[in-house]
């Protein structure tokens, strides 16, 4: 997925939609950057894709082109097809042509994504960023854990100083606990809120729980209920996904009410792209299901299919995927004063914040 160079925007303000949308300061924190492209020297993309999952098929496939000595370990599926469940059980359970033919593909993937992050670190906003967060489906799978181990190995033989964190959560809950950092003070008093994570692949919806009692840095905040949708496997127009994502989120609100939850009239939405003051994407959402840039308006759109949450009209917020995904482990990046965050999913998301000293 092409990620856009990014633009320095004020803080957010409120639109008709509720806002404030792609918010760039934070109590005790800055986003400095997110969405930020590097053209590619040796190609026509931009440099992060040479880390996503998308690149590590196309790795596997040259590998399984040039290296495999007997039978395919794959068969005639193409890489491009595969699970990774299909890639883990011949990394742990193939013989050993294809076991090496599945770790030549890890090496030379770590190495892709030990470059993007000397290169990105090279930009200004990345300049002093000496943790990383690793997000997106990649370290769900045995084969992109072994991946992000090696690139750690190599960058600390490189003597770099850069260390990677893998989500300490599940991957799938960081696009929604994420927005426990964002969620506005007046929203706090609540139990919990909805949030969504819309992908390449799947929209997720879910019930946040933030804790702040317990926790006042978000640290204990919880997904209690949650729902997704493989829109991949059905190709819907914007229209009818905008109709699914409503009812998804509508039939979470009903389930509030029946359990007796508090919840707060908010919608946190992480997507990918530029997110704009307005609540606009004008670029970088060429994934989504339909054309979801601007002119068209997701909050509004949504909103309006909305049921009312305690009698009041719900607030929807939306800010980019990698900010919200990063944000989910702000609590332990707190002894970091630069970090960031590479979301490995169909595309490389970025992001990148600064710990602001009292």
Known sequence: MARQTPRKRPASRRTKSGGPHGVSRLPGLTIDSYNLAIPDPEGEGFLGDR??????????????????????????????????????????????????????????????????????????????????????????????????????????????????????????????????????????????????????????????????????????????????????????GRGEAIERLAAMLNGLSAFSRTIGLRLAPFVGIACPGQIEPDGRIPQGAQNLPGDWEAPFHLPGELGRRLDRIGGRVPVVAMHNDAVVQGLSERPRMRGAQRWGVLTIGTGLGNASFTNLRA
């Open 51 to 236: 880390a996503s999952q998308t690149a590590f098929r196309q790795v596997l496939d040259t590998v399984r082109k040039v290296h495999a000595t007997g039978k395919d370990p794959f068969g005639r599926t193409r890489s491009d097809e595969l699970s990774k469940k299909d890639i883990d059980l011949v990394l742990l359970g193939g013989d050993a042509d294809a076991s090496h033919v599945t770790h030549l593909a890890v090496e030379e993937f770590a190495r892709r994504l030990v470059h993007v992050v000397q290169r990105f670190r090279e930009q200004p906003s990345w300049d002093g960023v000496k943790r990383i967060v690793i997000g997106g489906g990649m370290p769900e799978s045995q084969f992109g854990q072994l991946a992000i181990r090696r690139a750690q190995r190599m960058l600390r033989s490189a003597r770099s100083g850069v260390t990677l964190h893998v989500l300490s959560h599940d991957p799938d809950e960081g696009g929604l606990l994420g927005w426990t950092q964002l969620l506005p003070a007046s929203y706090r008093r609540f139990d919990a809120f909805l949030a969504v994570d819309v992908g390449g692949t799947n929209i997720r919806c879910g019930i946040v729980e933030p804790r702040l009692s317990k926790s006042a840095d978000g640290a204990k905040a919880r997904v209690i209920e949650s729902m997704q949708w493989r829109h991949a496997d059905d190709d819907p």
